[in-house]
């Protein structure tokens, strides 16, 4: 016959903990994963908790002082915000290759903190709803 047997106290707890670590460290041994965290890693803590909580996170461009939102994702991610949160426009450009989505973003943020100008440049511009960019899942 088959028993069963009792949790000890915490036991359950110590269980749940057990488990989250095995898959957060199979998460981040992925590509995508380890991808994510080196983008992370180079936010600021407000984009970090944007990031956390609403999919994508803001930054500043270098040459016009424009607010840019990149959400998450690998293309049409990138939309101009007015002061007052808006979607004003879309921009398309990604680095060159096939890359985890973490580091296509960490390249979209750079190239407008540090050369929106030429980012823009090579851009495609695109009208942005608010469909695409609808809060998923949060991202490991």
């Known amino acids: 016959m088959f028993g069963f047997r009792q949790w000890p106290p915490g036991g359950r707890s110590l269980m749940r903990a057990t488990r989250a670590l095995f898959i957060r ?17 180079w936010l600021s803590s ?8 609403k999919g994508y996170f803001e930054v500043v461009g270098s040459d016009s002082g424009k607010r840019y ?28 290759g096939v890359l985890p989505i973490g580091d296509v ?22 009208v942005p709803t608010g469909f695409s960019f609808r ?5 490991p």
């Open 25 to 41: 460290h199979g998460v981040e041994g992925t590509p995508e994963g380890r991808s994510l965290r080196l983008l992370r890693e």
């Open 46 to 53: 407000a984009q970090r908790e944007q990031f956390a909580g």
């Open 69 to 96: 939102r990149i959400h998450a994702g690998a293309s049409l991610n990138v939309c101009e915000i007015d002061e007052r949160g808006r979607l004003q426009g879309g921009w398309c450009f990604m680095p060159i």
């Open 105 to 126: 973003m960490l390249a979209q943020k750079t190239a407008l903190e540090c050369c929106e100008s030429g980012a823009l440049a090579v851009a495609r511009s695109f």
């Open 135 to 139: 809060h998923g899942r949060p991202l």
